[in-house]
C-alpha cells in the first residue's frame, strides 16, 4: 500500500450526460482512495453550458483559477442544442481551458477487448487485438487559428510553430519506446504547407532522438481507410489537431461503442485533464442510460499521469476489464445495466480483486 497522499481535484461535470458520468468516476475515485489509503478532494466547478448559465461565460474565470491550482482536473462533456444560435458556444469552454493549462498532447487510448470484439461494427478478426494510441496536438491548428466572417464567407486559418510540432511529437515517441516501438504520423502534406513542415519536423526528431523507433508517414484520407481495414498494424499515431479529433472518434467504433473510450490532456508540467471522448449526448441525458466505462477509464488515466499513482491506476482498469469480461455491460454494449449500475459493477469488481489480493485467492471471471 502506498503513503497516504492528499489531492485536489476539480470536477467539471458539464452538460448533458456530463454530470452522470463525472459522479461515476467520482465514486470510483473514492473507493480507490479508501482501499489505498489517500485523500481526494474534490470541489465541483461550471464550465460549457452549465457556465454560460451560471455567469455567461463559457469557461468562467473561477473554473480558470481553480483548475489551475488543482493536481488533476476531471471533465464529463459540454455542449448541447439549448445553446445553439447563442453568443458564446459552450465548447469554447473546452477549448479556453486545454490552452490556459498549456495542455497540447491529447491521448486517446484504444484496446479492443475479446470479449466485446463482436459488438463492433467490423469483422472479429479485423479488430480484436488492436492495441494503439493517438497523440493528439491540443492548442495549434485550425482550430486556435484566426477567424473571419461576413456576409461574402468565412475563413479558419490554420497555424503550427516549429516548437508546438516539437513537443508532442517527443511525448509520442516516448510513448512508443514504452510500447511497441511504432509511431504513424498523420498529416495532408501534399496539399498543406502546416503538414509539409509537420512532416519535416516530426522526421528530423524521429531521426535525431529516436532511431530506434520505427517511424512511417501516413496522408489523413488514406489513414482514415486503414483504420477500418488493418487497425492492428498500428501503435502510436501521432497526428494534427483537427485530423486527431476526427481520426479518434473513428477508432471509438471499433471497440463496439464511443462509450469506452478515455483521455487525456497533458502538458509539460501542472494538472492534467482527464475527460470521456463520448461528448454530451443530450439525447440520453438525465435516464440512466450513458455508458460510465470511459469516464471511469479517465480517472485511471488521471491517476496514473496527474496524480503518479500506478498501483492504483493498474486495479481501475483491472476492474473494468473484469467486469467487461463478465458481461457487465450498458444497453450501447448490448446489455441490461444503466450508469449507476455500470458503475457499481466496477465499484464491486475493485472489491472484489483486493479482497482476493488480501487472502491470496486466485479470481476466475465468467
Known sequence: ?????????????????????????????????????????????????????????????????????ADAVFLGAVGGPKWDGGKRRPEEGLLAIRK????????????????????????????????????????????????????????????????EIERVTR????????????????????????????REVVTRIGAEEYPEIELEHALVDSMAMHLIRKPREYDVILTENMFGDILSDEISVLGGSIGLLPSASLGTEGPGLFEPIHGSAP??????????????????????????????ADSVEAAVAAVLAAGAVTTDLGGELGTRAAAGAVIDAIRAIHWAAAHRVQMHWA
Open 283 to 312: 439525447d440520453i441525458a438525465g435516464q440512466d442510460k450513458a455508458n460510465p466505462i470511459g469516464a471511469i477509464l479517465s480517472a485511471a488515466l488521471l491517476l496514473r499521469h496527474s496524480l503518479k499513482l500506478e498501483d492504483e
Open 1 to 69: 500500500m502506498t503513503s497516504p497522499q492528499t489531492f485536489n481535484i476539480a470536477l467539471l461535470p458539464g452538460d448533458g450526460v456530463g454530470p452522470e458520468v463525472t459522479a461515476a468516476a467520482r465514486e470510483v475515485l473514492e473507493v480507490i482512495a479508501d482501499f489505498f489509503g489517500h485523500d481526494f478532494r474534490f470541489r465541483e466547478y461550471a464550465i460549457g453550458g452549465a457556465g454560460i448559465d451560471a455567469t455567461g461565460e463559457p469557461l468562467p474565470q473561477e473554473t480558470a483559477d481553480a483548475c489551475m491550482a
Open 171 to 198: 511525448a509520442a515517441f516516448q510513448t512508443a519506446r514504452q510500447r511497441r516501438g511504432k509511431v504513424t504520423s498523420v498529416d495532408k502534406a501534399n496539399v498543406m504547407e502546416t503538414s509539409r513542415l509537420w
Open 100 to 163: 490556459a493549462m498549456g495542455l497540447f498532447a491529447n491521448l486517446r487510448p484504444l484496446q479492443v477487448s475479446p470479449v466485446l470484439a463482436h459488438r463492433s461494427p467490423l469483422k472479429r478478426e479485423i479488430v480484436e487485438g488492436v492495441d494503439l494510441i493517438v497523440f493528439r496536438e491540443l492548442t495549434g491548428g485550425v482550430y486556435f487559428g484566426k477567424k473571419t466572417r461576413d456576409e461574402k464567407g468565412a475563413s479558419d486559418l490554420c497555424e503550427y510553430t516549429v516548437v
